[in-house]
């Protein structure tokens, strides 16, 4: 057992057990886009990236989503390396938001139903349940009643 384990152990090839297996992420980024041109040059560049399952490229939006087993900021550099200004996609639903009317928030640029997710439009962590409830009726927007 001792000799033969050691010449055995000798001649394998061990490989590194340490690799993290990424999960499946949803990636958005925000590219400016012109053309066809351009929308090809950006979804070519991440479609053979390796561990991307899927590409879809939204023009009108200015919108990139990549789904699969990719680093984020890996996705972002590789559409940057275009020659493309891209960033991660930074607006969320208009009915998620606790104060859409926040400064800040509004973007005129921002697809509709959107606003830019930014801090001040978010509810503090320790808001109390009375706060958390007087935002279903808000004056600020009194179409946004979440109940109905």
């Known amino acids: 057992m001792g000799v033969m384990d050691h010449i055995v152990n000798f001649f394998t090839i061990t490989t590194n057990t340490n690799n993290k297996k990424k999960s499946m992420q949803t990636v958005e980024i925000k590219v400016k886009m012109d053309c066809d041109g351009c929308e090809r040059r950006v979804k070519?560049?991440?479609?053979?990236?390796?561990?991307?399952?899927?590409?879809e490229v939204n023009r009108k939006q200015s919108k990139v989503t990549v789904n699969g087993y990719v680093d984020p900021n890996r996705v972002l550099n590789r559409i940057k390396s275009t020659g493309k200004r891209a960033e991660f996609w930074p607006y969320v639903p208009y009915n998620v938001v606790y104060y859409p009317h926040a400064p800040q928030a509004y973007d005129k640029r921002?697809?509709?139903?959107?606003?830019?997710?930014?801090?001040?439009?978010?509810?503090?962590?320790?808001?109390?349940?009375?706060?958390?409830f007087a935002y279903l009726f808000s004056d600020d927007n009194p179409s946004a009643c979440s109940i109905m």
């Open 44 to 55: 070519n560049s991440v479609k053979y990236m390796k561990g991307v399952k899927t590409v």
């Open 110 to 132: 921002a697809p509709a139903g959107m606003v830019k997710n930014v801090a001040q439009a978010q509810l503090p962590p320790n808001a109390t349940e009375e706060e958390k």
